[in-house]
């Protein structure tokens, strides 16, 4: 609702005093990654999570980890477990009675342990967006600086929508990144129909700026104002990075509006204002933005010669 102005919005971005960004890593599954990442923790006093999300296997992971790194005093905890006994694992390894958790996504709400500052993901391009995002948020909890290892199986080739999950994870990861994760999960799952009783649903089928422009109408039809009459418009699909980046427009609220007015660019003119704009305040736009202004472009010129759609 705040992307059509019916509600305000506020954006937290200052966190805790004496945080560090987290430092993430996307590789596929190396063992020995994993060994240097558990030992250089142990060595420093702290303790790891490693989440594998598959019950039946994490006994086999567990042991495998055991034998990686014989030093290491290794925990498994997951949900089927009985309540008193995952309550003692849990107890025991926030108490420093274990070096390693080896759990499922039972860890990603509610967990606060400082002392714990490396956590290692198995198959994380099996997770969602807000899942990576949540469980990378089990570290760096203090004052030291944690680590966040997300590894995917290097024998299975990664979808498309898995490598948009796993770059946005990396892209973000500077402290206060939540409202722009959110963006982007926005962005990759949609919104679904926020004025009926669909709630789950793929924006990227009807695009953003469509997407936007009908919700739009249908706040004005509910308020009882008279909809505008929408000029012709075509979507364009092209393999490019175009997007505002956060070095080039650091404040969200602004960045959100900007997307907004983007998508509300209707003539060549407009577009040249827009770039004029982007110049004045920003500095020469970097070549996603060119990319981005250069798809609005032809997303109006596209529109204006009867095409629907161009794609590659």
Same mark, same amino acid.
């Given at each position: 609702m705040s992307l059509v102005n019916v509600r305000d919005m506020s954006v937290i971005e200052t966190p805790p005093q004496e945080r560090l960004p987290i430092r993430?890593?996307?590789?596929?599954?190396?063992?020995?990654?994993?060994?240097?990442?558990?030992?250089?923790?142990?060595?420093? *006093?702290?303790?790891?999570?490693?989440?594998?999300?598959? $019950?039946?296997?994490?006994?086999?992971?567990?042991?495998? %980890?055991?034998?990686? $790194?014989?030093?290491?005093?290794?925990?498994?905890?997951?949900?089927?477990? &009985?309540?008193?006994?995952?309550?003692?694992?849990?107890?025991?390894?926030?108490? *420093?009675?274990?070096? $390693?958790?080896?759990?499922?996504?039972?860890?990603?709400?509610?967990?606060d342990i400082p002392n714990a500052n490396t956590i290692i993901v198995n198959n994380a391009a099996f997770f969602g967006l807000a899942q990576l995002y949540q469980l990378r948020g089990r570290v760096g909890r203090a004052t030291h600086? &944690?680590?966040?290892?997300? %590894?995917?199986?290097?024998?299975?080739?990664?979808?498309?929508?898995?490598e948009k999950r796993l770059r946005a994870i990396y892209e973000a990861t500077e402290l206060g990144a939540g409202f722009r994760i959110a963006m982007k999960d926005l962005e990759i799952r949609g919104a679904g129909n926020l004025l009926g009783a669909e709630q789950s649903g793929f924006m990227n089928s009807v695009g953003f700026d469509l997407y936007v422009k009908l919700l739009a109408e249908a706040v004005q039809e509910l308020q009882g104002k008279q909809a505008e009459v929408a000029a012709p418009t075509a979507t364009v699909d092209l393999p490019l990075d175009s997007y505002l980046p956060d070095e080039y427009i650091g404040d969200r609220t602004l960045k959100v509006n900007f997307y907004q007015r983007l998508a509300n660019l209707n003539s060549p003119e407009q577009i040249e204002a827009m770039t004029a704009e982007f110049n004045d305040r920003f500095g020469p736009p970097p070549q996603p933005v060119k990319n981005l202004l250069a798809m609005v472009r032809l997303k109006v010129e596209a529109a204006a010669l009867g095409f629907e759609a161009i794609a590659l």
């Open positions: 993430t890593t996307i590789r596929e599954y190396d063992e020995s990654l994993i060994r240097e990442a558990i030992i250089r923790e142990i060595d420093r *006093g702290g303790q790891i999570f490693f989440v594998h999300n598959r $019950v039946q296997g994490i006994q086999v992971i567990a042991q495998k %980890l055991q034998r990686l $790194v014989p030093e290491a005093r290794i925990v498994v905890g997951h949900g089927q477990m &009985a309540e008193d006994q995952l309550e003692r694992v849990m107890v025991d390894f926030s108490s *420093g009675e274990y070096d $390693v958790l080896v759990s499922t996504t039972i860890i990603e709400n509610g967990l600086q &944690a680590y966040a290892y997300f %590894l995917y199986n290097k024998d299975a080739k990664l979808t498309p929508l898995q």
